[in-house]
């Protein structure tokens, strides 16, 4: 006796969400049944409406990207213009009049505690004081929280045991091997 008695077990219908018996007949006759069938139907009903509401969110993320570049474009435009306008050395200004736009950017200037010493006036947009990267001094010393991270050497050979040195010798050569490995690569994936 080589065969060996295995249960059929069962089947799961995804759209009627019940158990059917797994042999041709048991799932051509649920198949073929009317209720198999409206659950199909419904199904199939379901997932049109989803992609119908699906496409539509789509167009209207579109149609609100397209109104937000064009209002982006305009502002741009309109900053441009202005630029050109503070710029410009033949436009002749009242030395005691001041447009709108001078008067914000000199109050920002003021608010900000920075002056600024160009030509065309105003710098455009807020002038930063304060170094971005706080870890990083100003003058290009390090910092006394990075100085503290790095490893100090105390000046006092280590005592590297045979089988540690062996270890590290083996771990460069595979280093050197992957390294040569990925040269076609140009560095695009280098995993260290």
């Avoid at 048991?26 to 049109?48: P, W």
């Avoid at 200004?93 to 160009?118: C, F, H, I, M, W």
């Avoid at 990267?133 to 929280?145: E, L, M």
């Avoid at 006092?156 to 690569?185: D, G, N, Q, T």
Wanted: glycine letters at 4%; hydrophobic letters at 30%; proline letters at 4%.
């Amino acid at each position: 006796m080589t065969e060996y008695w295995v249960s059929q077990g069962n089947k799961w219908c995804d759209f009627c969400k019940i158990y059917i018996s797994n042999n041709p007949l048991s799932i051509r006759t649920h198949e073929l049944g009317q209720r198999h069938k409206d659950n199909v139907s419904k199904k199939l009903a379901t997932m049109r409406k989803e992609s119908a509401v699906k496409e539509k969110q789509q167009k209207e993320a579109a149609r609100a990207l397209k109104a937000i570049e064009a209002k982006a474009k305009q502002s741009y435009q309109k900053d441009l213009a202005s630029f050109e306008r503070s710029n410009d050395p033949s436009a002749e200004l009242e030395p005691n009049k001041k447009s709108a736009d001078e008067a914000q950017s000199s109050s920002a200037t003021k608010r900000d505690g920075v002056a600024s010493s160009s030509k065309g006036g105003a710098a455009p947009g807020r002038v930063v004081s304060t170094p971005l990267n706080p870890t990083r001094a100003v003058k290009g010393a390090p910092s006394s929280i990075a100085v503290n991270k790095r490893k100090r050497d105390d000046g006092k050979a280590k005592v590297i045991s045979k089988e540690e040195a062996e270890a590290l010798k083996a771990r460069e050569a595979a280093r050197k091997r992957m390294e040569e490995r990925e040269k076609p690569f140009m560095g695009l994936y280098k995993s260290y």
